[in-house]
Protein backbone atom coordinates (compact mmCIF):
# COMPACT_ATOMS: atom_id res chain seq x y z
CA UNK A 1 0.00 0.00 0.00
CA UNK A 2 1.39 3.14 -1.29
CA UNK A 3 -0.02 6.72 0.96
CA UNK A 4 0.62 9.41 -1.48
CA UNK A 5 0.85 13.05 -0.85
CA UNK A 6 0.20 15.14 -3.77
CA UNK A 7 0.97 19.22 -3.60
CA UNK A 8 -1.45 21.46 -5.67
CA UNK A 9 -1.75 24.95 -6.48
CA UNK A 10 -4.15 27.03 -8.16
CA UNK A 11 -3.29 29.37 -10.65
CA UNK A 12 -4.45 32.55 -12.86
CA UNK A 13 -5.42 30.91 -16.01
CA UNK A 14 -2.57 31.73 -18.68
CA UNK A 15 -5.47 32.27 -21.13
CA UNK A 16 -6.17 34.83 -19.11
CA UNK A 17 -4.53 38.42 -19.08
CA UNK A 18 -2.19 38.57 -15.97
CA UNK A 19 -0.67 41.54 -13.96
CA UNK A 20 0.43 43.01 -10.69
CA UNK A 21 -1.25 44.95 -8.20
CA UNK A 22 -0.37 48.43 -8.22
CA UNK A 23 -0.13 48.65 -4.34
CA UNK A 24 2.44 45.74 -3.20
CA UNK A 25 3.55 44.66 -6.97
CA UNK A 26 2.40 41.20 -6.28
CA UNK A 27 0.33 38.66 -8.78
CA UNK A 28 -3.26 40.40 -9.15
CA UNK A 29 -5.02 37.26 -9.09
CA UNK A 30 -8.19 38.40 -8.46
CA UNK A 31 -7.75 39.68 -11.92
CA UNK A 32 -7.82 36.45 -13.64
CA UNK A 33 -9.85 33.33 -14.42
CA UNK A 34 -8.05 30.84 -11.62
CA UNK A 35 -7.69 27.10 -12.54
CA UNK A 36 -5.82 23.81 -11.49
CA UNK A 37 -2.23 24.37 -12.60
CA UNK A 38 -1.77 22.01 -15.41
CA UNK A 39 1.57 20.63 -14.26
CA UNK A 40 -0.31 19.65 -11.32
CA UNK A 41 -3.12 17.73 -12.97
CA UNK A 42 -0.04 15.14 -14.19
CA UNK A 43 1.35 15.23 -10.66
CA UNK A 44 -2.45 14.19 -9.63
CA UNK A 45 -2.84 11.50 -12.44
CA UNK A 46 0.60 10.18 -11.63
CA UNK A 47 -0.46 9.50 -8.14
CA UNK A 48 -3.88 8.09 -9.29
CA UNK A 49 -2.21 5.34 -11.44
CA UNK A 50 0.20 4.35 -9.00
CA UNK A 51 -2.83 3.61 -7.04
CA UNK A 52 -4.57 1.96 -9.37
CA UNK A 53 -1.59 -0.17 -9.47
CA UNK A 54 -2.08 -1.37 -6.15
CA UNK A 55 -3.20 -0.08 -3.22
CA UNK A 56 -3.16 2.98 -1.66
CA UNK A 57 -4.53 6.95 -1.00
CA UNK A 58 -4.07 10.16 -2.10
CA UNK A 59 -4.47 13.09 -0.49
CA UNK A 60 -3.90 16.79 -2.27
CA UNK A 61 -2.72 19.22 -0.23
CA UNK A 62 -3.31 22.93 -1.24
CA UNK A 63 -2.45 26.50 0.06
CA UNK A 64 -4.14 29.70 -0.57
CA UNK A 65 -7.47 31.71 -0.16
CA UNK A 66 -11.34 30.15 -0.21
CA UNK A 67 -11.27 29.65 -3.99
CA UNK A 68 -8.12 27.26 -3.64
CA UNK A 69 -11.20 25.14 -3.29
CA UNK A 70 -11.78 24.89 -6.74
CA UNK A 71 -8.62 23.92 -7.77
CA UNK A 72 -8.62 20.85 -5.01
CA UNK A 73 -12.23 19.57 -5.72
CA UNK A 74 -11.02 19.14 -9.53
CA UNK A 75 -8.19 16.72 -7.82
CA UNK A 76 -10.94 15.24 -6.14
CA UNK A 77 -13.14 14.71 -8.98
CA UNK A 78 -9.94 13.34 -10.92
CA UNK A 79 -10.12 10.42 -8.51
CA UNK A 80 -7.81 11.81 -5.40
CA UNK A 81 -9.29 10.69 -1.92
CA UNK A 82 -9.17 13.57 0.17
CA UNK A 83 -7.32 17.20 0.42
CA UNK A 84 -5.90 19.54 3.18
CA UNK A 85 -6.64 23.49 2.07
CA UNK A 86 -3.92 25.58 4.08
CA UNK A 87 -6.35 28.80 4.25
CA UNK A 88 -4.87 31.56 6.36
CA UNK A 89 -5.12 35.80 5.70
CA UNK A 90 -1.28 35.77 7.18
CA UNK A 91 0.16 33.63 3.97
CA UNK A 92 -0.64 36.55 1.01
CA UNK A 93 2.59 37.58 -0.27
CA UNK A 94 4.24 34.27 1.20
CA UNK A 95 7.98 33.48 -0.90
CA UNK A 96 9.16 30.14 -1.85
CA UNK A 97 10.77 29.48 1.34
CA UNK A 98 7.76 30.61 3.36
CA UNK A 99 5.40 28.19 0.96
CA UNK A 100 7.64 25.48 1.11
CA UNK A 101 7.73 25.42 5.28
CA UNK A 102 4.08 25.71 5.40
CA UNK A 103 3.55 22.64 2.67
CA UNK A 104 6.12 20.78 4.65
CA UNK A 105 4.06 20.93 7.65
CA UNK A 106 1.19 20.00 6.06
CA UNK A 107 2.14 17.41 4.50
CA UNK A 108 3.15 15.89 8.04
CA UNK A 109 -0.21 15.96 9.19
CA UNK A 110 -0.70 12.86 6.67
CA UNK A 111 0.26 9.96 8.80
CA UNK A 112 2.25 7.38 7.49
CA UNK A 113 3.09 8.83 3.59
CA UNK A 114 5.34 7.09 1.72
CA UNK A 115 5.69 9.35 -1.30
CA UNK A 116 4.82 13.32 -2.06
CA UNK A 117 4.57 14.19 -5.98
CA UNK A 118 4.44 17.80 -7.17
CA UNK A 119 5.06 19.98 -10.52
CA UNK A 120 7.68 20.71 -11.12
CA UNK A 121 7.14 24.03 -11.67
CA UNK A 122 4.10 26.57 -11.23
CA UNK A 123 3.04 28.25 -14.05
CA UNK A 124 2.63 31.71 -12.04
CA UNK A 125 5.80 31.91 -10.07
CA UNK A 126 8.36 29.31 -12.27
CA UNK A 127 10.46 29.35 -9.31
CA UNK A 128 10.85 25.71 -9.32
CA UNK A 129 12.54 25.56 -6.00
CA UNK A 130 9.39 24.57 -4.17
CA UNK A 131 9.60 20.72 -4.06
CA UNK A 132 13.17 20.55 -3.28
CA UNK A 133 13.22 23.08 -0.54
CA UNK A 134 10.43 21.20 0.74
CA UNK A 135 12.07 17.79 0.32
CA UNK A 136 14.88 19.41 2.21
CA UNK A 137 12.32 20.91 5.23
CA UNK A 138 11.37 16.72 5.53
CA UNK A 139 14.27 15.36 5.06
CA UNK A 140 13.39 13.20 2.28
CA UNK A 141 15.58 12.18 -0.94
CA UNK A 142 14.49 13.88 -3.80
CA UNK A 143 13.82 12.80 -7.60
CA UNK A 144 13.23 15.99 -9.55
CA UNK A 145 12.20 16.85 -13.15
CA UNK A 146 10.95 13.43 -13.67
CA UNK A 147 9.43 12.62 -17.20
CA UNK A 148 8.87 8.52 -16.01
CA UNK A 149 7.75 7.54 -12.47
CA UNK A 150 7.34 4.09 -11.25
CA UNK A 151 7.27 2.62 -7.32
CA UNK A 152 8.36 -0.93 -6.63
CA UNK A 153 8.14 -1.75 -3.48
CA UNK A 154 9.90 0.56 -1.22
CA UNK A 155 12.02 1.81 -4.11
CA UNK A 156 10.73 4.76 -6.17
CA UNK A 157 12.52 5.07 -9.53
CA UNK A 158 12.41 8.00 -11.90
CA UNK A 159 13.56 9.00 -15.62
CA UNK A 160 14.85 12.72 -15.58
CA UNK A 161 15.17 13.94 -19.59
CA UNK A 162 17.61 17.55 -20.32
CA UNK A 163 19.23 18.44 -23.43
CA UNK A 164 22.30 16.41 -22.79
CA UNK A 165 20.20 12.98 -22.07
CA UNK A 166 18.16 10.59 -19.71
CA UNK A 167 19.42 9.58 -16.35
CA UNK A 168 18.10 7.03 -13.98
CA UNK A 169 17.29 7.79 -10.27
CA UNK A 170 16.09 5.99 -7.36
CA UNK A 171 14.95 6.31 -4.02
CA UNK A 172 14.26 4.50 -0.85
CA UNK A 173 10.41 5.26 0.46
CA UNK A 174 9.44 7.78 2.18
CA UNK A 175 10.51 10.07 -0.60
CA UNK A 176 9.77 13.17 -2.61
CA UNK A 177 9.61 13.86 -6.39
CA UNK A 178 8.22 16.20 -9.19
CA UNK A 179 7.13 15.46 -12.26
CA UNK A 180 6.89 17.37 -15.77
CA UNK A 181 5.06 18.17 -18.52
CA UNK A 182 6.43 15.09 -20.06
CA UNK A 183 4.92 12.51 -17.63
CA UNK A 184 2.02 11.71 -18.54
CA UNK A 185 -1.53 13.05 -20.19
CA UNK A 186 -4.41 13.91 -17.21
CA UNK A 187 -7.87 12.06 -16.88
CA UNK A 188 -10.79 13.84 -17.57
CA UNK A 189 -13.15 14.00 -14.53
CA UNK A 190 -16.43 11.77 -14.82
CA UNK A 191 -19.57 12.86 -13.94
CA UNK A 192 -19.65 10.20 -11.58
CA UNK A 193 -16.02 11.67 -10.07
CA UNK A 194 -18.09 15.45 -10.29
CA UNK A 195 -20.74 14.35 -7.97
CA UNK A 196 -18.14 12.16 -5.58
CA UNK A 197 -15.59 15.04 -5.21
CA UNK A 198 -18.72 16.86 -3.13
CA UNK A 199 -18.53 14.12 -0.23
CA UNK A 200 -14.80 13.92 -0.18
CA UNK A 201 -13.27 15.54 3.27
CA UNK A 202 -11.23 18.54 2.85
CA UNK A 203 -9.81 19.88 5.90
CA UNK A 204 -9.09 23.31 6.30
CA UNK A 205 -6.32 24.46 8.55
CA UNK A 206 -4.70 27.93 9.37
CA UNK A 207 -1.21 28.55 10.44
CA UNK A 208 -1.43 27.80 13.68
CA UNK A 209 -2.24 24.73 13.14
CA UNK A 210 0.22 23.96 11.64
CA UNK A 211 2.50 25.60 14.79
CA UNK A 212 3.84 28.09 12.35
CA UNK A 213 3.94 31.91 13.80
CA UNK A 214 2.79 34.40 11.56
CA UNK A 215 6.19 36.33 11.86
CA UNK A 216 7.53 33.66 9.46
CA UNK A 217 4.82 33.91 6.36
CA UNK A 218 3.46 37.03 4.17
CA UNK A 219 4.48 39.02 1.90
CA UNK A 220 6.37 41.43 5.06
CA UNK A 221 8.59 38.52 5.96
CA UNK A 222 9.55 37.43 2.38
CA UNK A 223 13.37 37.46 1.59
CA UNK A 224 12.69 39.60 -1.78
CA UNK A 225 10.08 42.20 -2.69
CA UNK A 226 9.31 44.17 -5.80
CA UNK A 227 9.65 47.43 -5.39
CA UNK A 228 8.67 49.13 -8.68
CA UNK A 229 6.82 47.58 -11.61
CA UNK A 230 6.28 48.98 -15.01
CA UNK A 231 3.79 47.30 -18.02
CA UNK A 232 6.26 46.18 -20.65
CA UNK A 233 6.32 49.22 -23.56
CA UNK A 234 4.57 48.38 -26.29
CA UNK A 235 6.59 47.48 -29.54
CA UNK A 236 7.89 49.41 -31.78
CA UNK A 237 7.97 49.59 -35.55
CA UNK A 238 11.08 48.10 -36.96
CA UNK A 239 13.26 49.48 -39.60
CA UNK A 240 12.93 48.61 -42.92
CA UNK A 241 16.40 48.30 -45.41
CA UNK A 242 15.46 48.65 -49.26
CA UNK A 243 18.11 47.15 -50.96
CA UNK A 244 19.17 48.43 -53.86
CA UNK A 245 22.10 46.02 -53.76
CA UNK A 246 23.86 47.34 -50.85
CA UNK A 247 21.31 45.51 -48.52
CA UNK A 248 24.20 43.78 -47.26
CA UNK A 249 25.91 46.65 -46.24
CA UNK A 250 22.85 48.48 -44.87
CA UNK A 251 21.62 45.67 -42.43
CA UNK A 252 25.56 45.14 -41.03
CA UNK A 253 25.66 49.62 -40.66
CA UNK A 254 22.15 48.77 -38.55
CA UNK A 255 23.72 45.93 -36.76
CA UNK A 256 26.85 47.94 -35.62
CA UNK A 257 24.88 51.11 -35.33
CA UNK A 258 22.78 48.70 -32.26
CA UNK A 259 25.80 47.77 -31.06
CA UNK A 260 24.91 43.97 -31.96
CA UNK A 261 28.19 43.15 -33.85
Known amino acids: MTNIVVLVKQVPDTYSERKLTDTDHTLDRESADAVLDEINERAVEEALKIKEAGEGEVTVISMGPARVT?????ALSMGADK???VSDEALAGSDLIATAK?????IGKVEGYDLVIAGNEASDGRGGAVPAVVAELLGLPQLTHLRELTVDGGVV???????????????????LVSVSEKINEPRYPSFKGIMAAKKKPVETLTIADLGIDASEVGLGNAWSAVDEAAPKPPREAGQRVEDDGDGGVKAAEYLVGQKLI
Open 157 to 175: KGVRETDDGRTSLEANLPA
Open 70 to 74: DAIRK
Open 83 to 85: AIH
Open 102 to 106: VLAAA
